[in-house]
């Protein structure tokens, strides 16, 4: 049974950087597209970032230019996020769905992360 554990997260003035993690457990990495999806109170979770198993990427356009997502032999996935912004905070979730795919919406995947806490402040 696929695993999803994210790590990292916490607060950060804005302009500066943050790495959140998601370990993906129960099978094998490469056959997944892992993505990241925010929200905030009150706001449909949206996405940011994905990347399928042969490593091509889509980033949602507020953030383009500003994460980046690396993936490691550990069947880790890092969302590095630079040059942050008020906005950016919310509920980070790491999601999965087996097969290689660049899709940013949350009824597409079906495996999902309890979320690390993002804050930026102004």
């Known amino acids: 049974q696929v695993q999803l554990a994210e790590s990292g997260g916490g607060s950060v003035q804005a302009g500066g950087s943050l790495e959140i993690s998601c370990v993906l457990s129960?099978?094998?990495?490469?056959?997944?597209?892992v993505a990241w999806f925010r929200q905030v109170p009150g706001k449909e979770r949206e996405g940011v970032a994905v990347?399928?198993?042969?490593?091509?990427t889509t980033y949602a356009e507020d953030v383009q230019g500003r994460f980046t997502l690396v993936a490691s032999a550990r069947k880790t996935l890092t969302l590095r996020m630079d040059s942050l912004k008020p906005e950016d905070s919310g509920m980070y979730y790491c999601?999965?769905?087996?097969?290689?795919?660049?899709?940013?919406?949350?009824?597409?995947?079906?495996?999902w992360g309890q979320g690390t806490q993002v804050t930026v402040a102004s």
């Open positions: 999601a999965a769905r087996r097969g290689w795919w660049q899709m940013l919406r949350t009824d597409f995947f079906d495996h």
């Open positions: 129960g099978d094998i990495f490469r056959d997944y597209s």
């Open positions: 990347r399928a198993g042969d490593g091509a």
